[in-house]
């Protein structure tokens, strides 16, 4: 166990920003991490925050608080079913490189979630999702430190309460639970989904398509659509894509005839919100060294690779007030911001 004062984040988040936090603990023992934690409660009675590698995290100032970074990777298959192993991962471990074990023991379904960045803890909080896919589809259950009791519980996937990058421990169990493994139930027999436009057009000559190709397909349109945080400053899609009702729909559609949408077939629809923040003429659009990709209208990037949190902060409220004004519509951050 690591336990630091004013410890640099800079590394630990995936916009760069360089930020201190006033106290920093990680853990590769999850017992003594239990011990420490029960010994220790007053930490979580103030100012806390639990991450991975920060790929969802924009800080606008320095921490006033504790970090606390699960390092935990250990993975395996648990048991298994004629159609079914269950695997389970600890919360530290890399999401990307669980996916490709995953692969390797031939337990599919995860591929189209390959190279998010982030770990495994995180990725049910946030419940990702990539090309059709939502990770809450796959959760048998998750562990957690309860942080009101001290001892480990576990939910199923369906108490989780998964939703569009949403689940329980952002809502009722936040700041009440950290994440310490998850349990995946994954298929024997391959189910590939090629629903997604991007992924069909990469198979449409393939006559045998494996979970293998589907995870290189994803692997490359991600390496050429997105930029990549080891190189250039980001947290993937800044704002959500927002969902309106099918009257505001229909009105917005007779003034954007283009609009980019997503008919969600309960009388919703998910509305791109890279084409809306495209359509206001902000692609590679700069403040203060942060800038809207220029490739991607979605991701803000740390351009000059010394923006602060607060001048992406800037950046993205420039933006949502050129889409208010000219869509209506309120985007909502994706990132979290602190
Ligand atoms: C280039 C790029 C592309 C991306 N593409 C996608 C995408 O396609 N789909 C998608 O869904 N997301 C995407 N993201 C966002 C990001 O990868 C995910 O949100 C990811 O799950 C964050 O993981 P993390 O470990 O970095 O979590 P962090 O950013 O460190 O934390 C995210 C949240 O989870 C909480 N948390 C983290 N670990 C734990 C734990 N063990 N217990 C309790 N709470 C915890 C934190 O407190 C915070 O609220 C992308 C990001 C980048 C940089």
């Not at 590394?11 to 920003?17: A, C, E, R, W």
Request: glycine residues 6%.
């Amino acid at each position: 166990m690591k336990d630091f004062s004013n410890y640099c984040l800079k590394s630990l988040n995936t916009f760069k920003i360089d930020v201190n936090a006033d106290r920093f603990i990680s853990f590769d023992n999850l017992d003594e991490f239990i011990l420490f934690a029960t010994e220790n409660k007053d930490i979580f009675n103030q100012k806390f925050i639990v991450t991975g590698e920060g790929s969802n995290l924009l800080f606008t100032c320095d921490y006033d608080g504790t970090v606390i970074h699960p390092e935990i990777k250990s993975f395996g298959i648990l048991h298994e079913t004629d159609n079914h192993y269950v695997v389970q991962s600890e919360a530290g471990l890399k999401w990307d490189n669980f996916v490709e074990e995953t692969l390797k023991l031939q337990a599919f379904g995860l591929e189209n979630l390959s190279l998010i960045p982030g770990t495994v803890g995180a990725s049910v909080v946030q419940n990702i999702g990539a090309y059709g896919v939502e990770v809450g589809d796959f959760v048998d259950n998750v562990k957690y430190l309860c942080l009101e009791e001290f001892v480990i519980k576990t939910i199923s996937g369906d108490e989780c309460q998964f939703s569009y990058r949403n689940s329980i421990f952002k809502n009722e169990l936040k700041n009440k639970a950290i994440v310490v493994a998850v349990d995946f139930f994954l298929n024997k027999i391959p189910e590939c989904n090629t629903n997604y436009a991007d992924i069909k057009a990469c198979v449409s000559d393939i006559a045998d398509v494996t979970p293998m190709f589907i995870r290189k397909a994803v692997i490359d349109i991600r390496n050429k659509k997105l930029p990549d945080p080891d190189i250039i400053g980001n947290a993937g899609s800044f704002f959500k894509n927002p969902v309106i009702v099918k009257d505001q729909f229909d009105e917005l559609l007779l003034k954007f005839p283009d609009l980019r949408y997503y008919d969600l077939h309960n009388g919703n629809y998910k509305i791109a919100a890279g084409w809306l923040i495209d359509v206001c003429g902000l692609k590679g659009f700069e403040h203060k060294g942060a800038a809207v990709h220029e490739n991607q209208a979605l991701v803000l990037i740390n351009k000059s690779g010394k923006a602060q949190g607060k001048d992406i902060k800037e950046l993205a409220d420039i933006i949502l007030k050129k889409v208010k004004d000219k869509f209506g519509l309120a985007l909502e951050p994706e990132v979290i911001i602190l």
